[in-house]
């Protein structure tokens, strides 16, 4: 069975934001949100390391919950993570950010950190949160990175999914990596974006090899300081970090895309066509994706952005209203909410 393209959702950006980077750079850096009070937990890994939940009520209350898996670096304030935040405390629904190792202002206690292919840890946190409230009906969301950790576990388990997981979405996930890494790589990608994720992964790495003198086996502190590319820093570091022969090992097998046609419960892939990490023509098909997945493919909207309303006020509800109607729906008698 071949699932037509769902019609794109009536998104059309601002008049006063234009183009691909402002679609992308002005939510994340400068629109206005909402700060929700929030729980932390924290939580000590299989491997004895340790992470941070951030909720808006104790882990254990049952309510509907939306889990949100963070992109590259991200946070729960980040600009989406705030809105979603906020959309799930109006519905009456629990919320949680689960930080990935380092994130969340947690520092690593082993020489490893996370990746866009770390389908293990999102294996453990979902797992962990059915525990906690077994029959709680739990959403999933991802964005970018997240995003695509969180496609590639849905995959790989099929229909091994717990039956508490109800539904997904994931926001702007670079499926194929390859893709992704080339786009990051080139002209202004190279010199905002990838200077701006690195600004923070290096100290980290550096903090990293501070603590772990074994790590000097393989990593030199010069050669990180002077790394200007994702790509670098992906083949230097994340790769041999995390058990990967190089970058187009680790790009090759932490990408989503392949395992897209085994996910068995309602999932939304949400990604904008000018999306300036991602590029179109690397977006999945009707024939390589499974029933349960809908594509939703809008012109516009940037990278994890999609800001509706004026810059000035906190009018951004496209993206919650999107997820609202994919994820509604499947929970029962929920309306949207109004704004």
């Known amino acids: 069975m071949v699932q037509a393209l769902a019609p794109a959702p009536s998104y059309r950006a601002p008049r006063w934001l234009r183009g691909s980077h402002a679609q992308t750079i002005i939510p994340a ?20 390391d340790r992470i941070a939940l951030d909720s808006l009520y104790p882990l254990d209350d049952t309510r509907p919950m939306l889990v949100l898996f963070h992109g590259l670096e991200g946070s729960s304030r980040s600009n989406y993570a705030a809105h979603l935040l906020q959309m799930a405390a109006r519905q009456g629904w629990q919320a949680v950010v689960p ?33 906690l409230a077994p029959t709680r009906p739990i959403l999933l969301s991802g964005v970018s990175l997240g995003a695509n950790a969180m496609l590639k576990w849905l995959g790989e388990q099929g229909a091994a999914v717990p039956s ?38 290096k100290p980290k790495v550096l903090l990293a090899l501070q603590r772990h003198p074994q790590l000097a086996a393989w990593l030199q502190a010069g050669r990180i300081q002077q790394m200007r590319t994702l790509k670098a820093f992906d083949d230097y570091v994340t790769a041999p970090m995390h058990g990967f022969a190089g970058v187009e090992d680790y790009w090759r097998r932490a990408s989503s895309k392949p395992l897209l046609p085994q996910i068995t419960i309602p999932t939304l ?3 904008a066509r000018n999306d ?49 109607a994919h994820f509604g729906p499947l929970l029962g008698s929920l309306s949207l909410e109004r704004g």
């Open 164 to 201: 508490s997981v109800r539904a997904a979405a994931a926001i702007s996930a670079p499926m194929d990596l390859g893709a992704a890494g080339a786009c990051l790589d080139q002209g202004i990608n190279r010199h905002f974006y990838a200077r701006e994720f690195l600004r923070t992964l």
């Open 29 to 48: 850096l400068w629109a206005r949100r909402p700060r929700p009070t929030l729980v932390r937990t924290l939580w000590t890994t299989p491997d004895q």
């Open 99 to 131: 930080h990935f190792r380092g994130c969340g202002g947690i520092d690593n206690l082993l020489p490893r950190a996370y990746h866009a292919g770390d389908s293990a840890e999102i294996d453990w946190i979902v797992r962990r949160l059915v525990t």
């Open 269 to 271: 892939l949400l990604n």
């Open 276 to 324: 300036p990490f991602i590029p179109a023509n690397s977006l999945p098909a009707a024939d390589e994706v499974s029933p349960a997945v809908k594509r939703l493919f809008p012109q516009q909207g940037g990278h994890a952005g999609f800001l509706s309303g004026s810059l000035f006020h906190d009018h951004n509800n496209w993206l919650p209203h999107c997820l609202l």
